[in-house]
Nanobody, 118 residues
């Protein structure tokens, strides 16, 4: 079992920045990809950004050019740098670890709240 612990959420004004961190209890090399998802009030959880073990990334269209996902393998940590935040970015952000095998379940963190408001 791997535990994922998110941190870095909070209240920020529109146009501001936050950096989320996801610390894994084991090696993130054990996973095909690490990602960030979010659930806004009244909406389903959706992909924000994802990074594979090889370093390939993909982003939701709504965050392209504003958010950057990265990984620090030696620290078993994945980051999400969020710039130019908008009110519509308000959500609970979840860290995800996707195993190589399709027969294994994904791992999820407990979530961290991000609120963008003036």
């Amino acid at each position: 079992q791997v535990q994922l612990v998110e941190s870095g959420g909070g209240l920020v004004q529109p146009g501001g920045s936050l950096r989320l961190s996801c610390a894994a209890s084991g090696s993130i090399f054990n996973f095909y990809a690490m990602g960030w998802y979010r659930r806004a009030p009244g909406k389903q959880r959706g992909l924000v950004a994802r990074i594979t073990s090889g370093g390939s990334t993909n982003y939701a269209d709504s965050v392209k050019g504003r958010f950057t996902i990265s990984r620090a393998n030696a620290k078993n940590t994945v980051y999400l740098q969020m710039n130019s935040l908008k009110s519509e970015d308000t959500a609970v952000y979840y860290c995800n670890a996707q195993p190589y095998s399709a027969y294994e379940n994904n791992y999820w963190g407990q979530g961290t709240q991000v609120t963008v408001s003036s």
